[in-house]
């Protein structure tokens, strides 16, 4: 039998070696991407982790307390056809308002200035654009702080007779409200765990901890400003009567128990 040759061209080194770089790179890209592709297992609907259960209230604690100090807000407004004139007459009513309240005993500290602000005083009635300039106004605020109650009448009355032409406002409110807050701060979870036992005994559930508590308190009333001028008492007229009366303090807790 005659023999028969067949020739194979084999592919030159190089493209050899790529060949066999190609190869390796898709097996690798195969093992890294194995896990990826593999299948995995499927969360059931309705499938959650281990939440606590919980009942949430709110409670809210109050303590009546007398007020032991006083904020007056007032001040001298004056409008003069200069601003000069304006600066210096502001400046020489308020100094004898800032005297005055000396006399009776208010210390520096407890008296700051919330106002000094100049604006041009308008002639609309010529109604010409711009509006014709008569003058100037300058609006001097203090507040005052009356540690004694019994002196808060004559803070005004004295301070309106040396030449304050604005009275904006008389708070009251007390020095130091942290023994308050903490009797209103326990009066509110006091009411929180009353809640609570209501809506667990009704769901059939005991309270078995408390998972987060939350507290808020009650704003601090701030003086209201008026902006009515005031006219100096006349030298036999009453004195002006003030009442301090009561004030809240008020503290609101959420909590949240859990349940079991």
Same mark, same amino acid.
């Given at each position: 039998m005659d023999a028969i040759t067949v020739t194979l061209r084999l592919p030159s080194p190089r493209v050899r070696w790529a060949a066999a770089g190609l190869i390796t790179g898709l097996l690798v890209a195969a093992t890294i991407a194995g896990p990826a592709l593999s299948p995995r297992p499927s969360l059931a609907a309705g499938a959650s982790s281990d939440n606590e259960h919980? !009942?949430?209230?709110?409670?809210? &604690?109050? *303590? =009546?307390?007398?007020?032991? !100090?006083?904020?007056?807000?007032? &001040?001298? *407004? =004056?409008?003069?056809p200069t601003v000069k004139a304006a600066r210096e007459t502001a400046a020489e009513a308020m100094t004898r308002v800032i005297a005055a309240l000396k006399k009776l005993g208010i210390a520096d500290k407890d008296m700051q200035t919330t106002t000094v602000s100049l604006q041009p005083a308008y002639d609309y009635a010529a109604q010409t654009n711009p509006p014709k300039i008569t003058g100037y106004t300058l609006a001097n605020g203090v507040a005052v702080t009356v540690r004694n109650l019994d002196q808060t009448g004559d803070v005004i009355d004295d301070s309106l007779a040396a030449g304050a032409t604005s009275l904006d406002g008389v708070t009251f409110r007390v020095d130091d409200p942290a023994k308050a807050q903490q009797q209103a701060r326990t009066n509110a979870m006091t009411q929180a765990k009353a809640n609570a036992d209501t809506l667990a005994k009704a769901a059939g559930v005991s309270i078995t901890g408390v998972a987060t508590i939350s507290e808020?308190?009650?704003?601090?009333?701030?003086?209201?400003?008026?902006?009515?001028?005031?006219?100096?008492?006349?030298?036999?007229?009453?004195?002006?009567p003030v009442q301090p009366g009561t004030s809240d303090v008020t503290m609101t807790v959420t909590v949240a128990y859990l349940i079991g």
């Open positions: 919980t !009942i949430t209230v709110t409670g809210t &604690g109050t *303590v =009546v307390v007398s007020p032991d !100090i006083a904020d007056v807000r007032l &001040g001298v *407004v =004056v409008t003069k808020a308190s009650a704003p601090v009333p701030f003086p209201v400003y008026y902006g009515g001028a005031a006219a100096a008492p006349a030298a036999d007229s009453v004195k002006t």
